[in-house]
């Protein structure tokens, strides 16, 4: 993304997976949201599917997202095991509204 107003990166040290969020905003709203990143399947869709989610909310909804929010998305059960994975993009992005 071009002109954004935020950019966050994020790495799970513990197996490699790497997450960079990219937000625009207008006022209280996200107008656009993207992002770049390697790792496994379980981080790179858990990104895929939360940059989907959080269009057009606001800040204070993004805020309000939990891991349960993070979980219903993978509509399946994950491992504890890979637990860092599937919340790498929710912690991106928690980190990136603190900015």
Not at 30 to 35: A, H, I, Q, R, Y
Not at 65 to 89: F, H, N, V, W
Request: proline content about 1%; charged content about 25%; some cysteine.
């Amino acid at each position: 993304m071009e002109n954004f107003d935020v950019k966050h990166k994020e790495v799970n040290a513990s197996c490699g997976d790497d997450l960079t969020l990219y937000l625009k905003w207008q006022g209280d709203a996200l107008t656009e949201v993207s992002f770049e990143g390697f790792g496994c399947a379980i981080s790179q869709s858990g990104a895929s599917m939360l940059t989907d989610k959080v269009k057009r909310m606001t800040r204070t909804e993004m805020e309000a997202l939990t891991s349960a929010d993070m979980y219903a998305l993978y509509g399946t059960t994950i491992s504890p095991q890979r637990e860092k994975c599937a919340l790498l993009a929710l912690h991106t992005l928690k980190e990136a509204l603190a900015k």
